[in-house]
């Protein structure tokens, strides 16, 4: 559940979680938030809304389904607000805030409430789960750190398992602008990736290079 006054700001935002995978329900204000608590794994508040405020939604939903996570966004930063605001939630995010932050707070607000529970993608000798945000190599057992931008890139990539994929829709799903020819920011992420997730990079096995088109990622 995401609640937000701010038409432009609340549709960057619930665009952005939608195409990272998640169910994201809109509401403009906190007066029926407590109608659309059951069913929702998270809530994500502003505190500044018409009619009830941040603060008191979160309350109510706190009381109705306690076991909810409840992540307040607020332009507010002084210490007297997030500590009246981490009362009842379970995180406090200020704007301006980029989404790849908030993303990563959703991911382990969710994680920690235990909601995620995900069967892994098994390719060659790695396990991807998309849900937890994590990587392993089962060779190792140990856990592979992505940056943002390189887990957006492989979990797209491995969404479309199997699939060639070009070099512009790989780029305009994870960066959301047109790519432009000649543009070499694809090429270093995907040279970087691969040196954390191949055996060998230089012969990659993960990640395949399909000569004048784009890449693949073959289970």
């Given at each position: ?6 038409p ?7 665009r ?8 994201v329900k809109w ?30 939604v ?19 930063t002084?210490?007297d607000?997030?500590l ?10 200020t704007?301006?805030?980029?989404p ?9 607000l ?14 060659k ?20 750190v ?45 040279r970087h990736l691969?040196?954390?997730v ?13 000569r ?7 289970a």
């Amino acid at each position: 559940m995401y609640v937000e006054d701010d038409p432009e700001i609340g549709t960057l935002v619930s665009r952005y979680l939608r195409e990272r995978g998640f169910e994201v329900k809109w509401l403009r204000s906190g007066e029926d938030a407590g109608a659309f608590a059951e069913g929702c794994d998270l809530a994500v508040l502003d505190i500044m809304l018409p009619g009830l405020d941040g603060f008191t939604v979160g309350r109510r939903l706190k009381k109705l389904a306690p076991q909810m996570p409840i992540l307040l966004l607020s332009a507010r930063t002084s210490i007297d607000d997030k500590l009246q605001g981490l009362e009842f939630a379970d995180d406090y995010l200020t704007k301006p805030f980029h989404p790849e932050e908030l993303e990563a707070r959703i991911r382990v607000l969710l994680r920690r409430f235990g909601t995620f529970a995900s069967e892994p993608v098994a390719i060659k000798h790695l396990l991807f789960y998309e849900n937890e945000n994590r990587l392993v190599n089962r060779d190792t057992g140990e856990e592979i750190v992505l940056t943002g931008k390189q887990f957006q890139i492989f979990t797209y990539m491995v969404r479309h398992l199997g699939q060639i994929l070009t070099k512009e829709q790989i780029f305009e799903a994870v960066w959301g602008e047109p790519y432009l020819e000649g543009d070499k920011t694809l090429m270093v992420h995907i040279r970087h990736l691969r040196e954390k997730v191949e055996r060998d990079p230089n012969a990659p096995e993960v990640i395949e290079t399909v000569r004048g088109i784009g890449y693949r990622v073959r289970a």
